[in-house]
């Protein structure tokens, strides 16, 4: 599976961003798709993850209530809606592939995206 993050960019704080991480292969409906991020000099966190069907979602604590994650597997897309964002959401965001559920713990992942960057300005 190849992924390709996009969508980062240049946001007020209190704006949105919609991220998109498309797959290749005919066997991303059955991954589980995570997306993480790594700020500057901070360790890569998680961010949310959805299990191979949609069915089942997770999110960190601070990011609930704030994004959404949803794929479509006709699209082979997994993405990430930000809404309220704050200037600590700056960071580069990666997505990642994992056999049927998408966990918060990164090193489960066997395929990951480039990077798209996030840039939330005051």
């Known amino acids: 599976v190849q992924l390709q993050a996009s969508g980062g960019g240049l946001v007020q704080a209190g704006g949105s961003l919609r991220l998109s991480c498309a797959a290749s292969?005919?066997?991303?409906?059955?991954?589980?798709m995570g997306w993480f991020r790594q700020a500057p000099g901070k360790e890569r966190e998680f961010v949310a993850g959805i299990s191979w069907s949609g069915g089942s979602k997770y999110y960190a604590e601070s990011m609930k209530g704030r994004f959404t994650i949803d794929r479509d597997n006709a699209k082979n897309t997994v993405y990430l809606q930000m809404n309220s964002l704050k200037i600590e959401d700056t960071a580069v965001y990666y997505c990642?592939?994992?056999?049927?559920?998408?966990?918060?713990?990164?090193?489960?992942?066997?395929?990951w995206g480039q990077g798209t960057k996030v840039t939330v300005s005051s």
């Open positions: 990642g592939a994992r056999w049927r559920v998408g966990v918060p713990d990164g090193r489960e992942y066997e395929y």
């Open positions: 292969g005919r066997t991303f409906k059955n991954y589980g």
